[in-house]
């Protein structure tokens, strides 16, 4: 069953009446975005260069590398805004170690710091831990924050030679 055209629209064409509807409808959407109090006025984005490390030796120094976290924000609307980045353990952490696993029950502990004196793990805010945040105001900009991550693999490790790995899960909250 059709429903009836408003008598504001009747005698308006077909064309024309679809266009106020969906007009309305951007509209409606409109005011549900900037009157909701919940509405989220940003988007951000989050990009990955994580630490590299080519190889390790037990009886060399502390291997430590740099990887990069890159969160870009861009304002839709007048807006002031802040987010926290956190980072989870790891795949095969054990209890706050977190350690890289060769796939045959191998496995070399290591960490990522958020200083590069490698004294404060990056982990997701529990305890002694760092989490990092950023934050603007403005309208139609964009922030781009740059967060180093420090990785170490302590030495003095013995383990089999073989290509190990792991994944840590990376979070913005905002």
Do not use: H
Request: proline fraction near 6%; aromatic fraction near 12%; charged fraction near 10%.
């Amino acid at each position: 069953m059709m429903k009836p055209v408003p008598r504001l629209l009747r005698g308006t064409p077909l064309r024309t009446r679809c266009f106020y509807r969906l007009l309305a409808a951007w509209a409606t959407g409109l005011y549900l975005l900037l009157g909701s109090a919940s509405a989220s006025a940003q988007v951000c984005t989050m990009l990955a260069t994580p630490p590299t490390f080519v190889s390790y030796n037990a009886a060399n120094p502390d291997k430590k590398v740099n990887g990069l976290i890159t969160v870009t924000c861009v304002t839709v609307l007048p807006a002031s805004f802040s987010y926290t980045v956190k980072l989870g353990l790891s795949g095969f952490a054990q209890l706050s170690q977190r350690r890289m696993s060769n796939g045959a029950g191998g496995y070399l502990n290591y960490n990522v710091y958020c200083d590069s004196a490698y004294g404060v793990p990056w982990v997701d805010g529990v305890g002694a831990s760092c989490l990092g945040s950023g934050g603007a105001s403005g309208f139609l900009g964009s922030l781009v924050t740059p967060f180093t991550v420090f990785g170490k693999i302590p030495s003095g490790q013995f383990i089999a030679s073989g290509n190990y790995n792991d994944s840590i899960t990376i979070e913005v909250l905002y």
